[in-house]
């Protein structure tokens, strides 16, 4: 696959407090202010960035857009994707919206098989706004670079951590910048490997125009070879959404999402039963070395790795574990906690798990997420080949699993679904009764402690088991606004 341009993300939210309208942004809290309490109210408006599909003559790609029934700022609303302007800043000819969304609970597709299809950026707002996500899935069902490529287009921000890039041989990875603003933004690229950071060339102040995706090929920035690489965009002016497109010239390939923000432990959830391979890579943030502990929640508890009990990784150095077939034949997803509990040396993780063997191998990345925390959904799914992963590391869960209709018509269908400390629940989620075609499940923690999810979608083709995972951390539709009945400096800043 010839790969151009992709870009990701953005997401931004406005909403009306009590006496006023609070900003609210990437990161989905404001700055701190002095309050009595905090309300939960829902965002008016979402900003979302997808990257430029694949550019081979063999893809396809289908936008699968949706909002979740529920709490809203209100009645109406639009959502929609344009299509973003190239790397020269000069804005796509054609500007016709993308998967215009018209209603809550339903989703809507639209498919491009045009090889130069650029990247889009959108806006939700009204009751299309909370929650509001867009699946891009891509099947490149021929070549030496066949493969399904998937990613939720998603929140713009200042920071990103992508452990598990490369600059082998046979791999050719794309980091893709997208900035949804009205002005250019100044972003940095640091690659770090197992003895520190990488000497690399041209990674500093790289303009990207407003509105505009700029791809950068990792293989360009430095000489040396890793297959194991920890890359880190920073933006020192402006925001961007950041993703990394992995190309594998022998194990198709995916799009690597960001890491979630570094922390003492990580939760990557959903690693698949026949999983031939799997790959962690670790980097410590922070200024002291990390211990970890390995945990895996399968579906009867937790199990500790046969000789991987333990990862040591240093400040600011890159490791990574080879877990071979870790699973096992049974799904279940991989927990990293210190080994001491009073150390809180940050890290970030993601995992590269292989499918098949020989020649007919696929590659998927699984980034250490979240929790759901309220909600989370995934846009995309089919009747068969979706697959969801639940686990609760610290504590029993009930988790309210909601299926849309499709986009074909139906009735939503919701299921209760119990989850164990210390395990990983996989359901294929109810499809819609009647009706056909795409629908999108919801995922609400119900009762009990954090919930992590993620899903897998596998589209084998010609004896090739492709398929692609997301995680699904909180989807932001909700914010914390003090309530300022009397202190309104929020609004001030």
Known sequence: MNRSTLSLIGVT????????????????????????????????????????????????????????????????????????????????????PVAPLKEAGKPVTAVTETADAPALIGTADGALAPGWTVQQTTVVDAGPARAVLGTSCAVPDSEFWFPGVSTGADRQDYVHLTNPDENSAVVDLRLYGDKGEVKTSTTDG??????????????????????????????????????????DAKAGGDWLAASTDPAPGAVMPGIPG???????????????????????????????????????VKSGMTSAVDLGDLTKGEAGSLVLSPTDPSDEAPVVAALRITRGKGASQETAFLPATAPVGDRASAADNRTKGSTLALTAPEGDATVRVVTSASTKGGEPVTKDVPVKRGTTVVLSPP????GKGAFAVTVEPASGGPVYASRMLALPEGGVPMFTIQAMPDDRGLVAVPESEEDLSILNR
Do not use: M, N, W
Not at 54 to 69: E, I, L, Q
Not at 276 to 290: E, I, M, N, Y
Not at 298 to 309: L, R, V
């Open 206 to 247: 790289i303009t990207v125009p407003p509105g505009a995706t700029v791809p950068v090929l990792l293989s360009t920035l430095t000489t040396e070879k890793s297959d194991a690489l920890t890359l880190h965009v920073s933006a020192r002016s402006g925001r961007v959404g950041a993703t990394v497109e992995a190309e």
């Open 431 to 434: 499809a819609p009764s009647e």
């Open 274 to 312: 026949d999983a031939s391979d799997v790959r962690l890579v670790v980097f410590a943030t922070g200024d002291s070395d990390a211990d970890l502990k390995l945990r895996l929640a399968s579906s009867g508890g937790e199990i500790t790795p046969a000789g991987h009990e333990t990862v040591h």
């Open 13 to 96: 939210a406005a909403l009306a407090a009590v006496a006023g309208v609070a900003t609210v942004t990437g990161a989905g809290t404001p700055d701190a202010a002095p309050a009595v309490s905090a309300a939960r109210l829902p965002v008016e408006r979402s900003t979302l960035a997808c990257p430029a599909p694949s550019d081979s003559d063999f893809a396809s790609t289908t936008y699968t857009a949706f909002t979740p029934k529920g709490d809203s700022a209100g009645s109406g609303g639009t959502a929609a994707l344009l299509a973003a302007a190239g790397q020269d800043g000069k804005a796509a000819a054609k500007r016709k």
